[in-house]
């Protein structure tokens, strides 16, 4: 197992540079003068510009750029934000944020997703399975942001039961209904995912071994059907926790939620290059070892599979 997990982590190393690499050529190569956009419409002075333009490295080129920056994250330094602030202290009141609005999103997805993906894979064909089937597929039918807005209607405006926004992160019962919303999508895959596995492995030798044992229908169902079952679940699982983070802009910005995705939407809308880069960059860090974790984990799961 340790042999397996240092190859892994080296493994990561060039994905983390490669990755890092696309992410800033691409935003520090984007159309426009972000100094420029700084001033708005305000004749800026030829020396102050060039001043700036030095101070961010935006007069070296791009490639230079990128190795300056590497050099800083290694040493914990994201940048500055045109701004004038530390992006690692944006990060640091950002991502705490979209932290706990992920992990409400996910507790979502494992306690209502699995459970109804279970339902609908032991009673395949019942009433049950049709109604998991008919509701994830609506619920995947449904843009985010509208589902949002509705969710916000009902339950802020018309019955009153939470405010239309979030008034303190911190508090998790304000973030229980746009962490349903952000785990909506995902909950109606694990639920779909879980019920495919649970049909394919009903039907698996081993099943009809450990049944013809006599063994106890709770042990069949935990300790082998379920098991094996959830391997392409936490697959899924473990990426999404990365997607959740990465992807609560809509979410985010319907709520009024100051995390991570607010502030990627906004630095992006401003061209803020440093804030941008710096956030991607701790997302690639968070998707790379999640996908790490996985891999441990399916050994926990099935205990056929070892690692050299």
Known sequence: MGHYVIRRVLQMIPVFFGATFLIFMMVYMLPGDPIAAMFGDKAADPAQVAALRHKYHLDEPWWKQYFIYMGNVFQLDFGTSFTGRPVSEIMADAFPVTIRLAFVAFFFEIFIGLPLGLLAGLKRGSFADTGVLLVTLVVISIPVFVLGYIAQTIFATNLGWVTPTVQDSTDITQLILPGAVLASL??????????????ENLRADYMRTAIAKGLPRRTIISRHLLRNSLIPVVTFLGTDLGALMGGAIVTEGIFNIAGVGNILYKAIRTKEGPTVVGIVTVL????????????????ILDPRIRYA
């Open 186 to 199: 995902s909950l109606a895959y694990v639920a779909r995912l879980t019920r495919t596995s649970i049909g």
């Open 284 to 299: 690639v860090i968070v998707y790379l070892v999640a996908s790490l974790v996985v891999d441990l984990l399916y050994a």
